[in-house]
């Protein structure tokens, strides 16, 4: 999650959270203890390739690419938690808009770059449906035609005169 802040030179991107990925050390030793793996795919020749996965200890599934998800039954079982990270911020006048988003989204922009592009437009719609095109146009163009799940939830944060 990214929160965008106006300030005098415009805007400032500031992370409410962070990446779960199976290679951090905390998540990595939760996925093990729990008799899962986390390794890369191998190609026929047997090399690695793509970003490492979550896998049963015997087979080549669930193959997540993250440590957290809601609803995957069969990757919880090997240490994939639901469990949300959360934190506390104090909100300012400063404070316009938050974009939840899933990895999607993230793998080709920045969280500068989404809050520019959001805050550019008129209302939280037009800027969730900016954000999640160009989402996809660059996977099209990165990925030669894969394209990962692109999720995203724009808010307009309205504050009250005091």
Not at 96 to 121: H, P, Q, R, T
Request: aromatic share 6%.
């Amino acid at each position: 999650m990214v929160m965008g802040r106006r300030i005098k030179r415009g805007w400032e991107a500031i992370d409410l959270s962070h990446d779960h990925k199976p290679t951090t050390p905390e998540e990595r030793a939760r996925i093990l203890r729990s008799h899962g793996r986390v390794e890369r795919l191998v190609d026929e020749a047997g090399q690695p390739m793509g970003p490492y996965r979550v896998w049963l200890q015997y087979a080549w599934v669930p193959g997540l690419a993250m440590s957290r998800a809601l609803g995957d039954q069969l990757a919880h079982t090997v240490g994939v938690s639901s469990e949300p990270q959360h934190i506390t911020v104090d909100l300012t006048p400063s404070d316009k808009l938050l974009i939840l988003a899933s990895d999607g989204v993230w793998e080709f922009i920045s969280s500068k770059e989404a809050v520019e592009m959001v805050a550019a437009c008129d209302t939280p719609e037009e800027g969730c449906r900016t954000l999640v095109d160009e989402a996809y146009q660059r996977w099209l163009n990165e990925e030669d035609g894969v394209v990962d799940d692109i999720t995203a939830v724009v808010v307009r944060l309205l504050h009250s005169e005091q």
